[in-house]
């Protein structure tokens, strides 16, 4: 039996109805997107901005102070000196800041220049750079030869440093410190830098990217809450994910994925737990 014309047309119409449904919520979407967009800019630009200019008005205070530490200090009594000092430590711990939110602002405005780039080259230049540092402090460097992925160097680099600086940082309390670079392959393949350092409680891990999160106090260890927000942003801005996996007391390994991963061809990927 044929169906009635009326229920045809009342399918068509509501087919029509569904398809502008869609649309006009493809167009909303689309809006709001960006206007988000717009938002996220403007609060990059004056987050760089206001960082920028903050540090012209530190940088005088921390240096009249510090010629005051060292041409008036006779004149000073051990408190005056004790407070000079404070203030010149301060200033020194607000440049720092700024500086990182410099780097999260830059991470997240700049371009991302596309090309091949040795991860395991960056690792050895960031732990020479270390060393130099504090020469006299013995660190195990494992660092696997000839990880590659495709992304722009100099962000790379940036997150690069933020981990291994933090792995230093983290093991400084350990008889016997160890960094290491490498890559697994399962479940998926992702880059890994681990230490045998102070580690954290996976309960807070949520936080861990968040601006301004600490897993430890200032007392016992200095940062400034920053950096891993950073490497998150820019791992992300690659289109890969980064987690962490750690215990108190039992070193933390951070992981991140890159488009086009190139593992070395003469090495075994390691599994960073074995």
């Known amino acids: 039996m044929a169906e009635p014309c009326g229920g045809a047309i009342e399918r068509v119409d509501g087919a029509q109805e569904v398809r502008r449904l869609n649309a006009e919520l493809e167009r909303r979407v689309a809006e709001r997107t960006a206007q988000l967009e717009e938002i996220n800019k403007e609060l990059e630009a004056f987050s760089y901005s206001v960082s920028h200019d903050l540090r012209a008005p530190l940088r005088s205070i921390l240096g009249f102070s510090e010629v005051l530490l060292e041409r008036y200090a006779g004149q000073l009594d051990e408190e005056g000196r004790g407070l000079l000092g404070r203030v010149c430590k301060s200033c020194q711990q607000m440049d ?15 371009e991302v220049r596309w090309q091949p780039v040795n991860l395991s080259a960056l690792a050895e230049s960031i732990a020479a750079d270390l060393r130099k540092a504090e020469p006299d402090r013995p660190v195990d460097w494992l660092i ?49 830098v681990r230490d045998n350092g102070a580690g954290f409680d996976m309960a807070r891990a949520g936080k ?23 490497v998150k942003r820019i791992i992300s801005r690659h289109g890969g994910v980064a987690w962490a996996v750690a215990a108190p007391g039992r070193g933390a390994t951070f992981f991140f994925t890159l488009p086009h991963p190139i593992p070395s061809p003469n090495e075994a990927t390691q599994d960073p737990d074995s």
């Open 96 to 110: 720092n800041l700024i500086q990182d939110l410099l780097k999260l602002s830059r991470a997240g405005r700049s």
């Open 144 to 192: 696997a030869s000839n990880l590659c992925a495709e992304g722009d160097e100099r962000l790379l680099r940036v997150a690069l440093e933020n981990l291994l600086s933090n792995a230093w940082k983290f093991t400084r309390c350990q008889p016997r410190p160890c960094i290491q670079f490498g890559a697994v392959a399962n479940p998926q393949f992702a880059f890994f």
């Open 208 to 230: 861990l990217f968040g601006v301004f999160q600490r897993m430890h106090s200032a007392s016992e260890f200095t940062g400034s809450g920053v950096g891993l927000a950073t």
